[in-house]
């Protein structure tokens, strides 16, 4: 079950430099002029958990498998993009792809950076995004409703939910808002999904920072950070230029130059783990001899929905969920020790899967 995050952002405020850092690698160029990334690129990270490595260590698993996410590296937007400024068109389309957005902000000044408007506002740069997407969006609703006009007539019923629900999208968008602000019913959900519009996305913003405020942010971060917390969004405060340094660095060497810089964790990790909770999502765990393994997965998904992450035989064939939550496991030292404890359950189909549990499937093939 894979997750996609677009990192998105004005020309030159460190997209693909972070990018860089989040992938380990230098795939994506990163230059001091617009548009140094033309093409979308597309990397994987593992979502840091250090309970799967406690698991592995009491289970003697032979191999760690972590969950992942994966990030789209998507090139500078600039105001007018959504009438096909710059390369705006390809840049709206890659955006739609993705499940959520990171928006990084520029909170950093640097006179031998140039900023593509010539000045350094991380609102105003958030500003410029959210209204390029909005319009975008605007069209989009707009060629929609004409094009459901003919089905309507119809009698369509999945027209008629359609149509409401970009007539909705549509009045926040009028009134200023972006679409994620409206209210949307749980039966509405999957419709309203597909409908992808860009400013319907959770949105993470990145505050971009010096490398001396990497550790408490600065005066441009806490702007943003008043602005995510008005908005109900969420805002993380990392340096580019130091996570990509900590990137091309030993595994052993990078804890200890975070904290000769006096951080406790990389930027990263907190980046990526804003991700994984601005989605909603969760983790379980299958562990044996052979390797131990997390799973992600979506906040309130039932056991046969689970077990279909890993197969789809598994969810069609369900039977039940051996289950035991991760700190009995740990407690006991393993399962045998959960089940002498009590801790071992056996459950059915209706089980909402926990964060951190343990599980063992049954199935029919």
């Known amino acids: 079950m894979g997750f996609k995050m677009g990192i998105v952002g004005m020309p030159n405020v460190g997209k693909s430099t972070l990018f860089n850092a989040l992938t380990r690698t230098a795939a994506a160029q990163a230059a001091n002029f617009p548009f140094c990334t033309i093409e979308p690129n597309v990397g994987e990270v593992a979502v840091p958990d250090a309970r799967l490595d406690k698991l592995a260590e009491i289970a003697g698993s032979k191999q760690i ?8 590296d ?25 499940d959520a957005i990171a928006h990084v902000l520029r909170c950093f000044i640097d006179d031998d950076v140039t900023h593509v408007e010539g000045r350094v506002d991380p609102l105003a740069d958030a500003e410029t995004i959210e209204t390029e997407l909005m319009l975008a969006d605007l069209e989009s609703i707009e060629r929609r409703l004409a094009n459901l006009a003919r089905k309507l007539r119809g009698g369509d019923k999945d027209s008629a939910d359609q149509d409401r629900l970009l007539r909705a999208a549509l009045a926040a968008i009028e ?17 309203w999904g597909l409908l992808q519009l860009l400013t319907a996305k959770p949105v993470l913003f990145v505050c971009n920072v010096e490398e001396a405020s990497a550790g408490s942010g600065n005066a441009l971060s806490e702007k943003v950070a008043a602005m995510a917390a008005a908005q109900g969004a969420a805002a993380v405060v990392i340096s580019a230029k130091i996570e990509e340094e900590i990137s091309q660095l030993a595994t052993d060497e990078q804890q200890m130059f975070l904290e000769e810089l006096g951080l406790h964790e990389a930027g990263l990790d907190r ?22 393994r997390a799973w992600t997965i979506q906040k309130g998904t039932l056991a046969p929905a689970a077990a279909g992450v890993i197969h789809g035989d598994f969810e069609r064939g369900f039977i039940r969920a051996e289950t035991v939550g991760f700190d009995d496991y740990v407690a006991g030292k393993g399962e045998a020790g959960a089940k002498e404890a009590g801790k071992f359950r056996v459950e059915g189909k209706t089980y909402e899967v926990k964060d951190g549990d343990v599980l063992h499937f049954l199935f029919n093939a």
């Open 65 to 72: 498998i972590p969950t992942r996410m994966t990030f789209v």
């Open 74 to 98: 998507i090139a500078g937007l600039v105001r007018g993009a959504s009438k096909g400024e710059g390369l705006g068109n390809q840049f709206l389309a890659n955006i739609r792809e993705c």
């Open 175 to 191: 009134a200023g808002k972006p679409a994620r602000t409206v209210k949307v019913a749980e039966d509405d959900s999957r419709a």
């Open 271 to 292: 980046m990526i783990q804003a991700g994984y909770q601005l989605l909603g999502l969760q983790t379980y765990f299958t562990v044996g001899p052979k390797e131990a």
